[in-house]
């Protein structure tokens, strides 16, 4: 049981380019969210998936666009990167239901910057 | 001003100190909190929650919510070099989305 997994670990990109980074969890949650953690912002939403087949906006989606492949998958691409996006993304599951506190299952993150 | 506001610290501590985080917010309808701990280079985890007011103890870790002062807290009795980590405090009124706080850094020096 690996739990959530992300891929890559580390990336580094020059402005402009373009990357999808991976998310995938086997823990057979409904709900998955991107998250970037920035030093003294904490954790900000950009977009969260509540069951596959939907997706919606968070905090910050500009600049973000993401895919739920299916259930197990949710993929985060950035079609053309800034330095602004220079972050540490976080993948997390939960098996959330209304009215529930919604514990929420994180990966290991992806360490991006964008020169 | 932020939803939910966190010292971000360092906050460095000796071994066996009583360690007292804590954050405020700003939406009076909150109903989940939560404290997240984060080791460095590492993904974040639940180490606990609590449901509207009051207090919930889990061994060395206690929580605490205020909903008429809109403070929460978490203290660490005992406090141990392996509980260096960065806390973060989450809260949501209907679960599907949390709100986090910037996370306080903690330093246990042995």
């Known amino acids: 049981n690996a739990g959530v997994t992300q891929t890559p670990k580390f990336q580094v990109l020059k402005t402009g380019q373009s990357m999808t980074l991976q998310c995938a969890q086997d823990?057979?949650?409904?709900?998955m969210y991107w998250y970037r953690q920035d030093p003294g912002m904490g954790l900000r939403l950009i977009y969260y998936?509540?069951?596959?087949?939907?997706?919606d906006k968070g905090e910050v989606p500009n600049g973000y666009n993401v895919s739920r492949l299916n259930k197990r998958e949710f993929s985060l691409r950035l079609e053309s990167a800034a330095p602004s996006q220079t972050s540490v993304y976080f993948c997390?599951?939960?098996?959330?239901?209304?009215?529930?506190?919604?514990?929420?299952?994180f990966g290991p993150g992806t360490r991006l910057t964008v020169l | 001003q932020k939803e939910v506001e966190q010292d971000p610290g360092p906050l460095s501590v000796p071994e066996g100190a009583i360690v007292s985080l804590n954050c405020t917010y700003s939406?009076?309808?909150?109903?989940?909190f939560m404290w997240y701990r984060q080791y460095s280079r590492k993904g974040p985890e639940l180490l606990m929650y609590?449901?509207?007011?009051g207090n919930k103890e889990d061994g060395r870790f206690t929580a605490q919510v205020d909903k008429s002062s809109k403070y929460i807290s978490l203290f660490i009795r005992d406090s141990q070099p392996s509980d260096s980590a960065t806390y973060l405090c989450?809260?949501?009124?209907?679960?599907?989305?949390?709100?986090f706080g910037a996370g306080t850094i903690l330093r246990v020096k042995s």
């Open positions: 609590t449901y509207s007011s």
């Open positions: 997390a599951s939960s098996d959330w239901n209304a009215g529930d506190k919604n514990e929420q299952f």
């Open positions: 989450a809260m949501t009124l209907y679960g599907n989305k949390l709100v």
């Open positions: 939406n009076s309808a909150f109903q989940y």
């Open positions: 998936s509540a069951s596959e087949g939907t997706t």
């Open positions: 823990m057979n949650h409904n709900s």
